[in-house]
C-alpha cells in the first residue's frame, strides 16, 4: 500500500513568515495530491489539490507544488495569519482509489 | 444545509455496550467512507461504499460493522465497545467516478469509559 509521510511533524512560524510542509509518498501510480486542513475541534476541510499533469497550482497565499519524479509534493503558505493554526494533512492517492492520509503537520503561527 | 452530517456529535459508553453512528450525505454522492482519528491525529481509512456496495474494508475489527441502506446513507454499528475504540469518527463523501475530493462530516467523539 501507499507510505506517505510529511515533514515537518510541527511547525512555529511568525504572522507573515512563510510555511512550507512536504509530503513524500511511494506509490508510483498516484496521481491525486491534495491537502487538508483541520483547525482545532473541527473537520478536515480541502484547502487545495493537484493532479499529475501540473506541477504547481496556487490559490491566494496558498501553493501546492509536485515533483512527480522525486515522488513528493508540497504546501506552501504565503504571509501567514493565526487562522492559519491547525494541522495539515497531506492525501495522495489513484483516480478511482482510496487516499493515504500522512500523519498531518501541527502549524502555529505567533502573532 | 450541512452537506454531510452524522450524529451523535458526542457519544459516551461503558465498555462491552454497542453503539450505532449515523451519516447521511445531501450532496448526491456516489462513495462514502467511514474514517476514525486517534488522539495523534492519524486519519485512517476504515470503510468505503459506492452506491450501496462496500468497496474498501480496512483491517477492521470485525465488531464494527457499516450499513448502507442507500447511497446518502452510511452508518456504523459497533458491538462490544473496547477501550481502545475510543476516538474520532468521521464520516465524509465523494464523487467517486474519477473525482475524490472528501468532504467531511462533523465527527463524532466515541468515548468509551
Known amino acids: 500500500g501507499e507510505n506517505v509521510e510529511q515533514h515537518p511533524s510541527t511547525l512555529s512560524v511568525q504572522e507573515g513568515d512563510s510555511a512550507v510542509i512536504k509530503c513524500t509518498y511511494s506509490d508510483s501510480a498516484s496521481n491525486y495530491f491534495p491537502w487538508y486542513k483541520q483547525e482545532l475541534g473541527k473537520r478536515p476541510q480541502l484547502i487545495i489539490d493537484?493532479?499529475?499533469?501540473?506541477g504547481e497550482k496556487k490559490d491566494q497565499r496558498i501553493a501546492v507544488t509536485l515533483n512527480k519524479t522525486a515522488k513528493h509534493f508540497s504546501l506552501h503558505i504565503t504571509e501567514t495569519q493565526p487562522e492559519d493554526s491547525a494541522v495539515y494533512f497531506c492525501?495522495?492517492?489513484?483516480?478511482?482509489?482510496?487516499?493515504?492520509f500522512g500523519g498531518g503537520t501541527r502549524v502555529l503561527v505567533k502573532p | 444545509d450541512t452537506a454531510v452530517s452524522q450524529t451523535p456529535k458526542y457519544l459516551v459508553t461503558q465498555m462491552g455496550n454497542d453503539k450505532s453512528i449515523k451519516c447521511e450525505q445531501n450532496l448526491g454522492h456516489d462513495t462514502m467512507y467511514w474514517y476514525k482519528q486517534d488522539s495523534k491525529k492519524f486519519l485512517k481509512i476504515m470503510f468505503s461504499y459506492n452506491n450501496k456496495e462496500l468497496i474498501i474494508n480496512e483491517t477492521v475489527p470485525n465488531r464494527f460493522s457499516p450499513k448502507s441502506p442507500d447511497k446518502a446513507h452510511l452508518n456504523l454499528h459497533i458491538n462490544s465497545l473496547e477501550l481502545g475504540d475510543s476516538a474520532v469518527y468521521f464520516c465524509?463523501?465523494?464523487?467517486?467516478?474519477?473525482?475524490?475530493?472528501?468532504?467531511f462530516g462533523s465527527g463524532t467523539q466515541l468515548s468509551v469509559l
Open positions: 492525501a495522495p492517492g489513484a483516480a478511482g482509489n482510496k487516499l493515504t
Open positions: 493537484i493532479r499529475s499533469n501540473v
Open positions: 465524509a463523501s465523494s464523487q467517486g467516478d474519477g473525482d475524490e475530493k472528501l468532504f
